[in-house]
Every structure is written in C-alpha cells, then in structure tokens.
T-cell receptor
Framework: DAKTTQPNSMESNEEEPVHLPCNHS???????IHWYRQLPSQGPEYVIH???SNVNNRMASLAIAEDRKSSTLILHRATLRDAAVYYC??????????????FGTGTRLTIIP | ETGVTQTPRHLVMGMTNKKSLKCEQH?????MYWYKQSAKKPLELMFV???????ENNSVPSRFSPECPNSSHLFLHLHTLQPEDSALYLC???????????????FGPGTRLTVL
C-alpha cells in the first residue's frame, strides 16, 4: 500500500484557517485520498476525500497537488471543536473488496483559544 | 451520532472471563469492521465482514472471535484475554464490497476494554 507522511502535531489559533499537509509520493493513479479525524474519546469520523480535483464540503476543503504527490486539508475557520487527530489515508479505487483503512499516526491538531 | 452504536461503552474483565462486545449499524450498510486502538498506537484493523461473510482477518489471536449474524450486527467474543489486550475497540460500517475506493466508513464510539 502507498504510504502517507504527516507532521506529528500542529497548532493553530481559533477562528483562523488551518492547513494540514500530507505527502504521498508513491501514490498510484487509482488511489483516492481520504481524510478522517478522531476527536478525543470518540471514534474516527470521515472528513473528505478526492481523487484528482480539489474538493469542498461543509467540513473542509481538500487541495490536491497537480502531480498528486501531496495534498492539504483546509479548515477554513478553526474552532475548539476541531481539535483532533487528523489522518490522511490512501485507498485504491480499483480493488473491489479492499475496504480496509490503514491508519498512520496522523497529525494532532491543537486549537489555541 | 454516526448511526453506529456499540455496547458496552466500558468493560472491565479478568483474564478468565468471557465477554462479548456488540455493534449495531442503522445505515443499511453491507460491510462491518472491528478495529483495535491501543495507547499511543495507530488504529489496527482486526476483521472485515461483507454481506455477513468474513473477508479479512488481520492475524488476530483466536481469543478474539467475531460473529456477524446479519449485515446490521457484529459481535466480538472475548475469552482468556491478556492485560495487553486492553484497548479501545472500534466498530465501523460502510456500503461495502464493490463500492470502490470512495467508500466511506462510519465509526461507533468504541468500547474501552480493561483486562485485569
């Protein structure tokens, strides 16, 4: 499986944008880029995913580099509730039945009031 | 509220006990998963079920025994566990087999297990 690399931790001020980077230099052409986050004392929750184009939803935006070797999760206006561990995960879209998510250590995001 | 519930939320058991963890999903999904999250370690996939059939066993010791009677329910039967099995056990569900790489998983809140 292609691997991802994320910083161990980041800090951001409340109500400011946050850019969480993820490197995936060995990504294949059929890999989706998924982001999940895990709030304290909760299970992970889906944030966003994309293949080639940038994506937006109510939670965040995903910016994918043109060569797809890196991506950035953007929280437009961080709140205290966004403090969590953020995971960047690659999933092969052509491998039917390969539903497993392989979690790394993620980025622990701290929001400063 | 993700549509995936787990009971109990906390469990303390001795090494000779037998207990079961329960997971139920109300999302109409066809795939269900058990994950283990130990302190300071990434989530580890344990088992995957698609349409009630086990499709993945990630070299899990036999003291963990999964059961999937239907697509909405998943159990993890525990017996003769060790203290190092203490962890957060998470259940998830997704649309499942054939959904391709965009398939989203929905997680329950987990069961915090302590083995004495």
């Amino acid at each position: 499986d292609a691997k991802t690399t994320q910083p161990n931790s980041m800090e951001s001020n409340e109500e400011e944008p946050v850019h969480l980077p993820c490197n995936h230099s060995t990504i294949s052409g059929t890999d989706y880029i998924h982001w999940y986050r895990q709030l304290p004392s909760q299970g992970p929750e889906y944030v966003i995913h994309g293949l080639t184009s940038n994506v937006n939803n109510r939670m965040a935006s995903l910016a994918i580099a043109e060569d797809r070797k890196s991506s950035t999760l953007i929280l437009h206006r961080a709140t205290l509730r966004d403090a969590a561990v953020y995971y960047c995960i690659l999933r092969d879209r052509l491998v039917f039945g390969n539903e497993k998510l392989t979690f790394g250590t993620g980025t622990r995001l701290t929001i400063i009031p | 509220e993700t549509g995936v519930t787990q009971t109990p939320r906390h469990l303390v058991m001795g090494m000779t006990n037998k207990k079961s963890l329960k997971c139920e999903q109300h999302l109409g999904h066809n795939a269900m998963y058990w994950y283990k999250q130990s302190a300071k370690k990434p989530l580890e996939l344990m088992f995957v079920y698609n349409f009630k059939e086990q499709t993945e066993n990630n070299s899990v010791p036999s003291r963990f025994s999964p059961e999937c009677p239907n697509s909405s329910h998943l159990f993890l039967h525990l017996h003769t566990l060790q203290p190092e099995d203490s962890a957060l056990y998470l259940c998830a569900s997704s649309q499942g087999f054939g959904a391709s790489g965009g398939d989203t998983q929905y997680f329950g809140p987990g069961t915090r297990l302590t083995v004495l």
